[in-house]
């Protein structure tokens, strides 16, 4: 893994990404050369390339990420990626012409910019099906022993899928003197004869995730601390499911790991980078969504004859009330039994609420709430009071979730789909307190590019 500014970046992807913008790169400078051949008048125009081509690359990585082609967790199939990089070429095109149009000193040239944008496409094709086929090598896997046997082990044998095990794989379980009955199964279960350390080289261990269920007795701080010095990474098992899973587990985690694990920094200047951010943002995408929520506004009106808007009471940014503005989806007094969450196939829902619920237009008018600095951008969802109440009550560092401000979209909307139970509660708040945590600029722009997929291919929508 490589940390980027509290991002965890799995090395194999960043190296993906760094081959596709030089892939990209290159494509602009052979494209040049297949149009119009190696003269000195050619070589000499190529040194100018290098601004257009860095242009050219960066919009398509930008494109790719926006179709979710860069998430460590994506299960599409060989279609289903083919489709999503089609789709993310075609979308490159058009915003590079609109590109060119607005700055015409960026523009290639129509034959140059189609046959680059061919070859980059293959390149990268090329590149992705390597990629898929060597990133599940168990050769090319991150070597992990676990120690410990007990519940806590067990969370890690409940990654079944590969998406989940990108990049590493389990070659045992270390059972330590004092714990009961193995939780994991018997044949993965390692008895050390020897010193930890012989085992390690044994296996070709590159990796120990601490993950015993009592520390105090049984864990041989010694022999880790020998393997620690000797050049393998050693790992509790919090960190080790923040760094693969982007969450926080809270099965596995306590206060005191709260306490002294890095992270939930705040200070002056990275909140003024970020309202800097969610101004220039969302005034951006008012101008450009003004006339659709223009028609939307229309329709809800005439559909009818109720109050465009609906407004609600949410808990914001330390806990502070506010009232949240979204288009209505249901009917009028839709909650006239109490408050609730929303169903699947929720029978209050109107035809028109159907539609801009699916497409995420219902949330547009959150931007006058981010605009008035109640909301940001990104940020956990901003929840009602009467359940934050409740949650908080019952659901172990619930009410961190509030340390910072709410926001339209964010790292528990994108990971996870839409919950309407205490239990899908639970799971969507370890994705916000591993963004309250690890929260900064190039997790938001993450966000955002992810956040295109989801309206797009329209995901947990309900």
Known sequence: MIRVFNLYIPKSFFLLGLSEFLLSLGAVYLAYLTRFGVTPESQGELGSL?????????VLMLSMGAFGLYQKGIRATAYGILARLITAFLTAFAFLGILFYVFPGLFLGRGIFSIAMGYAFVGVLVARMSFYRLIELDQLKRRVLVIGTGEKARKLTELRRKSDQR??????????????????DEQRVIRPEG???????ELDVDELVVATDERRKALPVEEILDCKMSGIAVVDLPTFFERHQGKIVLEVTNPSWLIFSEGFRHSRTKDTVKRAFDLLVSAALLLLTLP???????LIHAYDRGPV??????????????QVVKFRSMVVDAEREGAQFAKENDDRITPIGKFIRKTRIDEL????????GEMSFVGPRPERPEFVEEFSKNIPFYAERHRVKPGITGWAQISYPYGASERDTVE????????????NM????????QTVEVVLWGKGAR
């Open 442 to 449: 190039l997790l938001d722009i993450s966000i955002l590019l």
């Open 167 to 184: 990049g590493w794989r389990i070659v045992g379980f270390v059972r330590l003197k004092g714990e009961h009955a193995p939780k994991v």
């Open 50 to 58: 290098l601004g257009k081509s860095a242009v050219f690359a960066l």
């Open 292 to 298: 659709v929520m223009g028609v939307v506004a229309a």
């Open 195 to 201: 010193p930890l350390i012989d085992l390690v080289r």
């Open 365 to 372: 008018p959150q931007l006058f709430n981010v605009l008035k």
């Open 309 to 322: 808007f609906y407004r609600q009471v949410r808990v914001g940014k330390n806990w502070r009330l506010f």
């Open 428 to 439: 969507k708040l370890q994705y916000d307190l591993y963004y309250v945590k690890n929260y």
